[in-house]
């Protein structure tokens, strides 16, 4: 099923109104508990016992842990007091994925957390007794994890880390504000479906302001840096997805682009605070406290997961990273400084 634009929008009415073969660490973390039960019985117990699948080390999804983690011991469930995690890292391994998948199925969890597309597609395969949450993934109607946001059904709902409108924002930030981009180049990995949806989503909208896409496709990070920089000579701006496969290799393109003065923009806070010029984001440390709120609905409540909606971020703002600017040879006006709501926070120096 295609992500339509519609649903997405519905997702952000309604969350107004209340995403790869070497050994990872498979259990990273995890000790030994009684063993857990479906979302109605979960309710009430003295200790809970979950799992979480991630899909590989990285800054934003490392903050969803965290920020889900946060909101859990807000609420009184403390990990080795009264809650037990099994955590599981694929280090983006897709066989290593699977097996976590498969080993999480073959035991028995108060609630199952999965981190980005890959682990949350397995897990959704794999595990059929035990609710399910996922987080950091961009299209769950695609990736066919869900069939309606609103009423998600079955053990599974979460919460994506795409509003569609944030894309469209930053396209129109290039546009408004770089006068001479005619083409914006992009770093991509096809074979995830997140990444080409995003891809889509800037394409449409830099065409309405007379902007081409120019895409330098990878297939793996170790093919990141040459692509970067297949685009020097080619394009005046570049910009990358929530791409696990480039994110990976953010480096060699902000390299890249500050070698050869190219504004870079991207789709995540992280990687600006990295050193790309600018996104409009939010925190996935707020993403994950937000899937850590719909688990205490579960664990505590008794509330099934299937009948929570699937959310999108809310808290929406331009970024800027003044250092990486100077780096790239923008510069920055006030005009762009407007566009700013949480200057202190999102001005980064």
Same mark, same amino acid.
Do not use: W
């Given at each position: ?12 009415? !309604?969350? $107004? ?6 050994? &990872?660490? =498979?259990?990273? %973390?995890? *000790?030994?508990? /009684? ?107 695609? !990736?066919? $994890? ?6 998600? &059904?079955? =053990?599974?709902? %979460?919460? *994506?880390?795409? /509003?569609?409108?944030a894309i469209k924002k930053l396209m129109n930030f290039v546009a408004d504000h770089f006068g001479d ?70 480096n060699t393109i902000i390299q890249t682009a500050n070698e050869h003065d190219i504004p870079f923009f ?84």
């Amino acid at each position: 099923m295609n992500f339509k634009k519609s649903a997405i929008l519905a997702m952000t009415t !309604a969350a $107004l109104i209340f995403g790869v073969v070497g050994c &990872g660490n =498979n259990n990273a %973390g995890s *000790s030994t508990a /009684n063993s857990g039960g479906n979302s109605s019985s979960a309710a009430g117990k003295d200790s809970y016992k979950i799992a979480i699948s991630q899909y590989v080390e990285h800054p934003s999804l490392d903050a969803t842990r965290e920020g889900f983690m946060a909101a859990l011991k807000d609420a009184g469930l403390v990990e080795k007091e009264n809650l037990t995690v099994d955590y599981n890292n694929a280090q983006a391994d897709s066989a290593n994925n699977m097996s976590i998948a498969q080993k999480i199925a073959g035991e028995k969890y108060d609630l199952v957390l999965a981190i980005a597309t890959p682990p949350a597609i397995a897990v959704a395969g794999q595990v059929k007794d035990s609710p399910i949450l996922f987080a950091a993934v961009t299209d769950p109607l695609d !990736a066919k $994890l869900v069939s309606d946001l609103e009423h998600p &059904g079955g =053990n599974i709902s %979460g919460a *994506s880390d795409t /509003n569609p409108e944030a894309i469209k924002k930053l396209m129109n930030f290039v546009a408004d504000h770089f006068g001479d981009v005619k083409n914006v180049g992009i770093v991509l990995n096809e074979g995830e479906p997140n990444a080409v949806v995003m891809s889509k989503i800037a394409e449409e909208a830099l065409k309405e302001r007379g902007i081409s896409l120019v895409k330098a496709t990878v297939t793996n990070t170790s093919e990141v840096k040459q692509a970067a920089e297949s685009l020097v000579g080619r394009v005046d701006a570049i910009y990358i997805t929530l791409d696990n496969t480039v994110v990976e290799a953010v480096n060699t393109i902000i390299q890249t682009a500050n070698e050869h003065d190219i504004p870079f923009f991207s789709a995540d806070r992280d990687t600006v605070e990295k050193g790309a010029f600018a996104t409009v984001g939010f925190k996935y440390y707020d993403h994950g406290y937000q899937v850590g709120q719909m688990a205490l609905e579960v664990l505590k409540n008794g509330k099934n997961v299937g009948d929570l909606q699937v959310t999108v971020p809310d808290k929406l703002d331009f970024i800027l990273n003044l250092s990486a600017a100077a780096e790239q040879g923008i510069e920055v006006t006030d005009a762009m400084k407007e566009q700013v709501l949480d200057k202190e926070n999102n001005l980064i120096e």
